[in-house]
């Protein structure tokens, strides 16, 4: 019987999860009512505490009275339940079915609870059609692996219990509960990709191929166990390339990882530093670009807020850096921390304040300094390269001068000359006024 299958499914499930209480996506449509009613049924799910939320889009003119059937669905059910009501972008450029999507995350995300364990009821049909819109969309294993079974998810985890059941069993024990569902017309509107592989593709697949979403769902467990193991071996492999600095890379060992790496660790990395992904036509660029350009060039490949830049063996990830204000000079006297245009803060140590002020600027050009415990002047241009600071970077050290003699370049170089008083100059670039 429907009732058996589905309620067996999921208290073996729940079984398998990690310490948590439960909450429930709740649209009111058929798979979502199902899903409710199951686990309002299940002791096991009853013992961790169990909850619904409805996400009201306002998308649609009934939108109230769909809240409305779900604050009573619920309370019949004995199940409390959170309704929010979301703004859903209409003007965003990546169409109404993504910023409701995107909309509707932001929601669970805000609303789940430490260790919360949110439940979808996306089923193998939805499945089927998320590995043909992955394909279309030329994806990868991870792509390709579609929606998990459990990962982790805002302050919890995001759990779809009935992936492996088709949508057909769900609609049978609907039938046999007697449950009321809403049904969203826009679920009709083939202009949106997913309705169209629903309504118009997969029935003409299932013609020919009856088990097409059975195969399709095998696929995607296969691409997740793929994309697993490339994960493992891509942070594996990211440990072996960082530089000194964890916004480095080495190019050269990245460029020489197998294929099926290059991508994923390059993700990974920016990932880590909350940078934007690269498409992978930008990875294709980035190859091609540290392949073909000579010792003496500057590749540098640009997506989203993010920067690539080859620098001798190094690759560094940064957000595109700002213009410099023409000509800025600032007086400081040591007193406090010096905000800088270009980003950083200057201090002293301790600080002091000094008389007459210090000037502060950035390079202008032709600037020399005496190092200490250096015999003769040195150019800044040539101290800057053989101390590898980056090109893109050397025009935003702040100078200090007093008198009209450059002292300190940052903290990266001290004339003998700011031998004083036990002053130090701190630079410190990531910090912001």
């Not at 020489?256 to 990974?268: I, K, S």
Request: overall charge positive; charged content about 25%; aromatic content about 6%.
């Amino acid at each position: 019987m429907p009732h058996a299958s589905v309620n067996a499914h999921l208290d073996n499930a729940i079984a398998a999860l990690p310490p948590g209480a439960l909450a429930v996506g709740y649209s009111g449509g058929a798979d979502s009512s199902v899903l409710l009613h199951a686990l309002a049924r299940s002791p096991r799910a009853r013992a961790r505490g169990l909850r619904a939320i409805h996400v009201d889009h306002g998308l649609h003119a009934d939108s109230a009275a769909w809240s409305a059937h779900c604050r009573e669905a619920a309370a019949e059910l004995d199940i409390a339940i959170d309704i929010v009501r979301v703004e859903v972008d209409r003007d965003g450029g990546g169409g109404l079915e993504d910023a409701a999507r995107g909309a509707r995350r932001a929601a669970f995300e805000r609303l789940l609870r430490p260790g919360e364990i949110l439940a979808l009821a996306h089923h193998r049909d939805d499945q089927a059609e998320t590995v043909l819109l992955k394909l279309l969309r030329g994806a990868g294993p991870e792509g390709l692996a579609a929606m998990r079974g459990l990962r982790t998810f805002a302050a919890g985890y995001l759990w779809r219990p009935l992936l492996g059941l088709p949508r057909s069993t769900l609609r049978a024990y609907a039938g046999e509960h007697g449950l009321r569902w809403l049904d969203d017309p826009s679920n009709a509107d083939t202009r949106l990709r997913r309705n169209f592989l629903r309504c118009e593709i997969l029935p003409r697949l299932r013609a020919r191929w009856p088990a097409a979403e059975v195969a399709l769902a095998h696929s995607a467990a296969w691409a997740g166990h793929a994309a697993d193991f490339i994960d493992a071996e891509a942070r594996t492999a990211l440990i072996r390339l960082h530089g000194s600095d964890p916004a480095t890379l080495v190019w050269r060992g990245w460029l020489a990882l197998p294929a099926a790496l290059r991508g994923p660790v390059l993700r990974l990395w920016l990932r880590e530093l909350r940078l934007a992904e690269p498409a992978h036509f930008h990875v294709d660029e980035l190859e091609r670009q540290l392949h073909g350009a000579g010792d003496d060039r500057l590749p540098c490949v640009r997506f989203a807020d993010t920067e690539l830049r080859r620098y001798r063996d190094l690759l560094y990830a940064l957000h595109p850096l700002p213009a410099l204000p023409a000509d800025w000079e600032a007086a400081w006297d040591g007193g406090a921390a010096l905000g800088l245009p270009g980003g950083g803060t200057l201090e002293l140590s301790p600080p002091q304040k000094l008389e007459p002020p210090l000037l502060v600027r950035y390079r202008r050009g032709g600037e020399r300094i005496r190092p200490a415990g250096a015999a003769h002047t040195r150019e800044l241009r040539l101290l800057l390269q053989e101390a590898g600071v980056p090109p893109w970077l050397r025009g935003r050290i702040p100078l200090v001068f007093r008198a009209g003699e450059l002292i300190a370049v940052g903290n990266l170089c001290f004339a003998a000359a700011a031998a004083g008083p036990r002053m130090r100059i701190r630079f410190d670039p990531l910090a912001r006024r």
